[in-house]
């Protein structure tokens, strides 16, 4: 009854203030009314979310210890041995020695003399600089460079060495090798641009005797098969007498044009007694493009 009246009693209510209606009114009193319920409602609400997320979190530890952390440990273990060692593989990028062989030793003219010796060089991307000398038993030469092409076989040559007595025990001292790396993405195969750019064919090889008995005369023909033409092509050229070198001379042929034919007439003042065939090694560093004349030029 008390209860009723106090209900007719907030209907009938009135603000003649402005700041309270009845609607606020009624919302406030439930509000109070109801306010231990809510808190209730609340601490439930938070209880079960807290007992949730924290089971959740131990059931996820305890699969981690039980099972997932031995299986990081195994995957660790794994990718340590798998994980290539890159120290232990830069010696395939790094060149490889070159391989000498045994000096030889050639009288040229009166008191001169042609020291040679066989290089090779393995690696299929590298250009060798060599800087060398020649030690013998009474003296040293001046020194030398020499380019090795990668994959070829040439020699360290140095030709006309003046000394009163023959260089007896010569050895090479190589001072310094200065190596070019070749760039794959622009010379993808060495050995084919190297066939293509010293196909130089010696033909019709004479030998004869001067008829002042000084020295003797070496005529052939040489053509350049490439359409690669050089500033200047030079050449080492072993003399042969049968399976035997003999001798060694130095020929340089300027501006040789691809496709071109020439003469060739070289004097030789070493006494080699008779030479039946040569062999030609090319001294052009193809890989340098200073070393090539001009297209139409």
Same mark, same amino acid.
């Given at each position: 009854? #008390?209860?009723?009246?106090?209900? *007719?009693?907030?209907?009938?209510?009135? *603000?003649?203030?402005? +700041?309270?209606?009845?609607?606020?009114?009624?919302r406030g009193i439930w509000f109070v009314r109801h306010k231990l319920q809510l808190r209730k409602i609340i601490v439930i609400i938070l209880s079960s979310w807290g007992a949730i997320t924290v089971g959740i979190g131990l059931i996820i530890w305890g699969k981690y210890i039980a099972y997932d952390y031995w299986q990081d440990r195994a995957l660790y273990r794994s990718q340590v041995l798998e994980f290539p060692n890159y120290e232990s593989r830069q010696n395939m990028y790094e060149a490889r020695p070159l391989i000498f062989g045994q000096p030889q030793v050639y009288q040229g003219s009166r008191n001169t003399?042609?020291?040679?010796?066989?290089?090779?060089?393995?690696?299929?991307?590298? /250009?060798?600089?060599?800087?060398?000398?020649?030690?013998?038993?009474?003296?040293?030469?001046?020194?030398?460079?020499?380019?090795? =092409?990668?994959?070829?076989?040439?020699?360290?040559?140095? =030709?006309? #060495?003046?000394? !009163?007595?023959?260089? &007896?025990?010569?050895?090479?001292?190589?001072? *310094?090798?200065?190596?070019?790396?070749?760039?794959?993405?622009?010379? @993808?195969?060495?050995?084919?641009?190297? $066939? !293509?750019?010293?196909?130089? $064919?010696?033909?019709?090889? @004479?030998?004869?005797?001067?008829?002042?008995?000084?020295? +003797?005369? %070496?005529?052939?023909?040489?053509?350049?098969? +490439?359409?690669?033409?050089?500033?200047? &092509?030079?050449?080492?050229?072993?003399?042969?007498?049968?399976?035997?070198?003999?001798?060694?001379?130095?020929?340089?042929?300027?501006?040789?044009?691809?496709? !071109?034919?020439?003469?060739?007439?070289?004097?030789?003042?070493?006494?080699?007694?008779?030479?039946?065939?040569?062999?030609?090694?090319?001294?052009?560093?193809? #890989?340098?493009?200073?070393?090539? %004349?001009? /297209?139409?030029?």
């Amino acid at each position: 009854m #008390f209860g009723k009246k106090q209900e *007719d009693k907030l209907k009938k209510y009135q *603000d003649t203030s402005g +700041s309270l209606s009845s609607k606020g009114l009624e919302r406030g009193i439930w509000f109070v009314r109801h306010k231990l319920q809510l808190r209730k409602i609340i601490v439930i609400i938070l209880s079960s979310w807290g007992a949730i997320t924290v089971g959740i979190g131990l059931i996820i530890w305890g699969k981690y210890i039980a099972y997932d952390y031995w299986q990081d440990r195994a995957l660790y273990r794994s990718q340590v041995l798998e994980f290539p060692n890159y120290e232990s593989r830069q010696n395939m990028y790094e060149a490889r020695p070159l391989i000498f062989g045994q000096p030889q030793v050639y009288q040229g003219s009166r008191n001169t003399y042609d020291l040679v010796t066989p290089v090779s060089n393995p690696n299929p991307m590298f /250009v060798a600089h060599i800087h060398y000398e020649y030690q013998f038993a009474t003296g040293r030469t001046p020194a030398q460079t020499v380019t090795i =092409l990668p994959g070829t076989e040439s020699y360290a040559p140095l =030709l006309g #060495f003046e000394n !009163e007595s023959f260089p &007896a025990r010569a050895q090479l001292v190589v001072d *310094d090798i200065v190596w070019e790396r070749l760039d794959t993405h622009v010379i @993808a195969d060495p050995a084919s641009f190297r $066939e !293509e750019r010293l196909a130089f $064919e010696p033909e019709n090889l @004479a030998f004869t005797q001067s008829q002042d008995g000084i020295g +003797s005369t %070496l005529t052939f023909d040489l053509t350049n098969n +490439s359409v690669y033409s050089y500033w200047q &092509a030079d050449f080492l050229v072993l003399l042969y007498r049968g399976n035997d070198v003999v001798g060694v001379v130095h020929m340089s042929e300027p501006t040789f044009r691809g496709g !071109e034919r020439r003469s060739v007439d070289y004097r030789l003042y070493q006494d080699v007694g008779g030479v039946s065939r040569i062999e030609l090694i090319p001294l052009i560093n193809i #890989f340098d493009s200073h070393s090539y %004349l001009p /297209v139409g030029q």
